[in-house]
């Protein structure tokens, strides 16, 4: 912001509009996240890019930088599916688990996404969202005849980042048993996890069942998965 340089005005170099910035905990904890040359964040283009938005920003569709960071990340999932498509006995929908997986943990390297609050709104306790991710579709992994893909956790209500929290997390599922039964024990086992191993408060979890496996499909997952499988066990 410019400085005035005349010192018989000085109340005009403390605008009031900075002052709300102080209250946000996403901006002013883990300020590391990576920035690229235009000043954008790098973890904000990959949301645009998740969420389909990056052809309604004209930043994202002109700047060289973020054109770049795109066709990197974009990349990398196209390599990792040629990868699966090339390797025999891995299925289609293996090979989807597996590029979500590895587009999970490079999401994980490159930011530690949003701060979650831990415990009561009273307490300044955090975790990153990549990290209770993780726990979670570890937990979801661990039952049967469920692979856990994506895993986004965001505020509830937006105007309040320190209260409960939605997750949505996608699953490929066996059809052993009724899809809604599946989903219902998806989000019991969230719920669970939530409480009593992370500490954040749940305010709603929605399923999305996005493949069916087969039995080939749960052993292919099953025995290439060396990051989340084991670890969400009760």
């Given at each position: 912001m410019a400085m005035s340089a005349n010192p018989d005005r000085p109340e005009e170099t403390r605008p009031e509009e900075t002052r709300p910035e102080e209250t946000r905990p996403e901006e002013t904890r883990y300020d590391e996240q990576e920035r690229l040359a235009c000043g954008r964040l790098l973890s904000g283009v990959w949301d645009a890019w998740d969420a389909g938005r990056t052809a309604d920003d004209p930043h994202l569709l002109t700047c060289p930088h973020c054109s770049t960071a795109l066709a990197e990340l974009t990349g990398l999932g196209d390599a990792v599916r040629r990868t699966c498509a090339e390797e025999p006995g891995v299925s289609e929908a293996a090979g989807a688990a597996i590029t979500?997986?590895?587009?999970?943990?490079?999401?994980?390297?490159?930011?530690?996404?949003?701060?979650?609050?831990?415990?009561?709104?009273?307490e300044d306790h955090w975790i990153v969202e990549a990290a209770a991710a993780r726990l979670l579709r570890a937990a979801v992994d661990a039952l049967p005849g469920v692979r856990?893909?994506?895993?986004?956790?965001?505020?509830?209500?937006?105007?309040?980042?320190?209260?409960?929290?939605?997750?949505?997390?996608?699953?490929?599922?066996?059809?052993?048993?009724?899809?809604?039964?599946?989903?219902?024990?998806?989000?019991?086992?969230?719920?669970?996890?939530?409480?009593?191993?992370?500490?954040?408060?749940?305010?709603?979890?929605?399923?999305?069942?996005?493949?069916?496996?087969?039995?080939?499909?749960?052993?292919?997952?099953?025995?290439?998965?060396q990051g989340y499988g084991s670890g969400g066990a009760a």
């Open positions: 979500t997986r590895v587009m999970d943990l490079v999401r994980l390297e490159l930011r530690p996404g949003r701060p979650l609050p831990l415990g009561e709104p009273e856990a893909g994506s895993c986004r956790i965001v505020p509830l209500d937006p105007a309040d980042p320190t209260g409960p929290v939605r997750v949505r997390v996608e699953v490929a599922a066996s059809l052993d048993r009724s899809l809604p039964d599946v989903a219902d024990a998806v989000r019991a086992r969230i719920g669970t996890v939530a409480d009593q191993d992370i500490g954040i408060r749940l305010g709603a979890a929605d399923v999305l069942v996005v493949d069916i496996l087969d039995d080939e499909d749960d052993d292919s997952i099953g025995d290439d998965d």
